[in-house]
């Protein structure tokens, strides 16, 4: 599976939209892009994930770039319950497991 | 619909005894696994199921650890005996199939003193 880069923290006002990137230049065709969270002491939690197209869920849109070189993770209007690691993993169609990298500490301030 | 289920939440025990982590995954999920999250650290694989079958153990140091998943549904995790080194949060997650998306339990944090 391709690795992922992101940066390790990032801060947000709330009420303002949250935009967490990740490179995966390595990325192959088979590929997916999946974003996970984990908030202080739970586990972690599924966001979003996609292969080529623009996603959007309840919870949050994922924007991949047209070389698929990059992806950004959008929550639109940040709480402070957002406040969490944000993992951005590349997964193969194959894969059983996910790679975890470091995340991104986002912080949400009042 | 009830989420991946784990007990204990939170565990102390002294180096050298035995510990058992337990977990419910979500109704009709064949496929299981256990992860180990080391403080500051992603989440790492140890073990994944499907159905009953542990088909990627690899990463379980077979030592000292030890899974099983009777019936294929509720699995257990076993330590004998922990060491300092195994303080670590515990995870359970389960998916539908093999390449389906993984849900995860809360985890359960251990602490060997």
Redesign the interface.
């Given at each position: 599976d391709a690795k992922t880069t992101q940066p390790p923290s990032m801060d947000c006002a709330e009420g303002r939209a949250a935009n967490l990137p990740c490179n995966h230049s390595t990325i192959s065709g088979n590929e997916y892009v999946?974003w996970?969270r984990q908030i202080h002491?739970?586990?972690?939690?599924?966001i979003i994930?996609g292969l080529k197209n623009n996603e959007t869920n309840e919870m949050a849109s994922l924007i991949i770039t047209e070389d698929r070189k990059s992806s950004t993770l959008i929550l639109p209007h940040a709480t402070l319950r957002d406040t969490a690691v944000y993992?951005c993993i590349v997964r193969s169609?194959?894969?059983?497991?996910?790679v975890?990298?470091?995340?991104t500490r986002l912080t949400i301030n009042p | 619909e009830a989420g991946?289920v784990?007990s204990p939440r939170y565990k102390i025990i002294e180096k050298k005894q035995p510990v058992a982590f337990w977990c419910n995954p979500i109704s009709g999920h064949n496929?299981l696994?256990w992860y180990l999250q080391n403080l500051g650290?992603?989440?790492?694989?140890l073990i994944?199921y499907e159905n009953e079958e542990a088909?990627?153990d690899s990463q379980l140091p077979k030592d000292r650890f030890s899974a099983e998943r009777l019936k294929g549904v509720d699995s257990t995790l076993k330590i004998q005996p922990a060491e300092l080194g195994d303080s670590a949060v515990y995870?359970c997650?389960s998916s539908q199939g093999?390449?389906e998306?993984?849900?995860?339990?809360?985890?359960t944090?251990l602490l060997v003193l």
């Amino acid at each position: 599976d391709a690795k992922t880069t992101q940066p390790p923290s990032m801060d947000c006002a709330e009420g303002r939209a949250a935009n967490l990137p990740c490179n995966h230049s390595t990325i192959s065709g088979n590929e997916y892009v999946y974003w996970y969270r984990q908030i202080h002491s739970q586990g972690p939690q599924y966001i979003i994930h996609g292969l080529k197209n623009n996603e959007t869920n309840e919870m949050a849109s994922l924007i991949i770039t047209e070389d698929r070189k990059s992806s950004t993770l959008i929550l639109p209007h940040a709480t402070l319950r957002d406040t969490a690691v944000y993992y951005c993993i590349v997964r193969s169609q194959g894969a059983q497991k996910l790679v975890f990298g470091q995340g991104t500490r986002l912080t949400i301030n009042p | 619909e009830a989420g991946v289920v784990q007990s204990p939440r939170y565990k102390i025990i002294e180096k050298k005894q035995p510990v058992a982590f337990w977990c419910n995954p979500i109704s009709g999920h064949n496929t299981l696994y256990w992860y180990l999250q080391n403080l500051g650290q992603g989440p790492e694989l140890l073990i994944r199921y499907e159905n009953e079958e542990a088909v990627d153990d690899s990463q379980l140091p077979k030592d000292r650890f030890s899974a099983e998943r009777l019936k294929g549904v509720d699995s257990t995790l076993k330590i004998q005996p922990a060491e300092l080194g195994d303080s670590a949060v515990y995870l359970c997650a389960s998916s539908q199939g093999q390449r389906e998306t993984q849900y995860f339990g809360p985890g359960t944090r251990l602490l060997v003193l």
